[in-house]
């Protein structure tokens, strides 16, 4: 990058103080931990006893909420909310776009008399009408019916956001449409888990269980690059896409790999505390951080929860992280991909089931019956991964995940499951005989389903596996870094209650039909197994060899989000979205229509910045080498010398510049395709035209980034933003 700009941004980093930072922290004390949450225990201090009950009973089990106590609940809430100097409140949802959305609402109300009172009533607390008509609804609200309403998530505490000197009050809500329908993420995922809820319930009923509910459970592990922000705001393409659309490959990649988990730089480190204070405070519970694979790539990790309150807490912790670097001098990139060539990132969606009473459903037992039961679930959840690899795959498309997906880095488009040796051996036992041999007391005495302690850390060597069992849990790994991990969470829990549907449907069948549980479990599992089978697969998930083998398997691999994104309207996706009332068709084809938009959005923006960096940054560079080249020569010239290198320099130049000029003219020429309103066709266009157009204008400019002097590339380089720190 230019000298004058690099200098700036370099004198900044040095004069960085961690001690001004240090004043600003607060401690991560216990006691800070929820201080800014309408949580269970402030709603106790400060309900009735009879509205905090009619409370609880809504948030442990969905039982609705009467209207009566909801004004009760808003006047304490408003109180501590003003207690705490809040001014307004919001109403916090997440439409269809990737991001939250809020509209904020003064508490204060003018009187009669000319002064005003601060007043908040259960109708308020209840239900917002936001102006919705710009977000986007894939056509379920026409324009002349723009009314969208939020409604009070009760099951998600409210908290109160401190920004920009003022105290904001932000209720989770659901986002919906005048006649009901979905326009957000949250109500799908609400409702798929009490979907998965019931199926799960059925199941444990057959166990023996006594348990009433089930909850998804899950923690979601957020990659992310911090650089500093003066490089940031050099580059045109990292601000409008998040990501660099030209950059050559610095000589010091992360091939050294001296990166991961090695000391955390001290800069970061103060980011990495502020953003755990303020997260503390508004209850989620961070846990970890580290240092990641890539140069300058980090993560950070919570203690798993609810997967509702962890999908509200994942977009809190995201926008906490953008808001907090900029006072440290640095940006927080969640794109997927913001340098090729360097490890992009992901979000390992962690997920698991657990009963009301506190048990985890996908960890081993200590007993064989306990055993058995946990053989089910795991079993339903691989069936239903096998079952719905499209639906899986498509949960998690995106133009920025496309980068990672397929891509020969991160996990492959092909969906499996790593199961490790020891769960996928019992599973080979159980296919080879378990129905046989069921015996006495209710044990297999082949000991099949007497299951050793499976060590926690068992599942946890394969790194490259889009899906694994880490020891008491699935881990989601494909899923992209600066995605809602709502999608996800849907797909899964709707393609996990079909399986377990199925699979106690039968279950129920044959013990009906007078066999005991352990012979009906057992033959079960061992069709099962033998049906699904397919999608297991321990081995290197990057490799070649596993392309062709799961080819010949039969697996899916869907390389692009063009590809992928029909499975989400498949004729059986949608009827299980159906059948178990998470989406009706219509919801689900308004996600399908805002994620083809999503990623055509995306590719135009991408591409026209490009044509916009090529033209106004790279080859006026380029154009003022060339001359400083052939003055050279002309200069040898002229005093009756004769530059050989110097012209074959500027032949060189002269004929990378104008390629590239040309590759510039072609990509804006391929930019300016119609659709015709189309969107899949556009879509198609993008995938097999701009893309390509825009890696061959790439090639070029990076080619011309490393002949180009220094002090004349008007942009930061892979090696300054990833390496200067
Ligand atoms: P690692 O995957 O690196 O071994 P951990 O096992 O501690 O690390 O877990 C990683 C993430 O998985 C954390 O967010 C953790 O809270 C979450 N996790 C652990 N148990 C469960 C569970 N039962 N359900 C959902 N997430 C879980
Ligand atoms: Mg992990």
Known sequence: MGSAVLAEAIHAIRDWSVTDAKERRTPKTAEAFGSLVFN??????????????????????????DVSVADAIAAAMKEWAVEHGATHYTHWFQPLTGITAEKHDSFLQP???????LEFSGKELIRGEPDASSFPSGGMRSTFEARGYTAWDPTSPPWL?????????VIPTAFVSWTGEALDKKTPLLRSMEALSKQAVRVLKLFGSTAERVVTTCGPEQEYFLIDRYFYL????????????????????????????????????????????????VGVPVKTRHNEVAPSQYEIAPVFENANVATDHQMMTMETMRRAAPKYGLACLLHEKPFAGVNGSGKHLNWSISDDEGHNLLSPGANPHDNMQFLVFCMAVLRAVNKWQGLLRASIASAGNDHRLGANEAPPAIISVFLGDMLTDIFEQIEKGGAKSTKHGGELDTGVLVLPKLPRDAGDRNRTSPFAFTGNKFEFRAVSSNQSIAYPNIALN??????????????????KGGKSLE????????????ENKGIIFNGNNYSKEWEKEAGKRGLLNFKNTVDALPQLISKDAVG?????????????????????????????????????????????????????????????KSVGGKSVEGKKTLDRLTAMTDDFKRRTDKL??????????????????????????????????????????HELWPLATYREMLFIK
């Open 40 to 65: 269970d225990e402030v709603q106790q201090a400060r309900l009735p006893k009879p509205v905090y009950h009619a409370l609880r009973r809504t948030i442990t089990h969905g039982v609705p909420l």
């Open 111 to 117: 009187t009669n008399d000319g002064q005003a009172v």
């Open 161 to 169: 956001l401190y920004s920009g000197g003022s105290v904001t009050l």
């Open 234 to 281: 050099s580059r045109p393409d990292l601000i409008n896409a998040g990501r660099t659309l030209f950059g050559a490959k610095p000589p010091k990649g992360q091939e050294l790999e001296d990166q991961y988990f090695g000391a955390i730089p001290d800069r970061v480190m103060a980011f990495m505390s502020e953003v755990e204070s303020e997260l503390y405070k």
């Open 494 to 511: 709707v393609a996990v209650t079909e399986s377990l549907d199925y699979m106690v449907t039968e279950l129920e069948k044959a013990t």
């Open 519 to 530: 012979k009906a479990v057992a033959e079960l599992l061992q069709k099962v197994i033998k």
């Open 576 to 636: 299980i979205f159906e059948k178990y009332k998470v989406l009706n068709e219509r919801e689900v084809h308004a996600r399908y229509d805002v994620m083809v938009e999503t990623y055509n959005k995306t590719v135009n923006v991408e591409g026209q910045l490009m044509v916009l960096m090529a033209n106004r940054y790279i080859l006026p560079a380029a154009l003022e080498y060339q001359k400083r080249v052939a003055d050279s020569v002309a200069a040898v």
């Open 668 to 709: 804006q020429h391929e930019l300016e395709h119609e659709g015709n309103g189309d969107a899949v066709k556009h879509a198609k266009h993008y995938r097999d035209t701009v893309i390509p157009a825009m890696a061959a204008l790439r090639e070029a400019g990076d080619e011309l980034e490393v002949v180009i002097p």
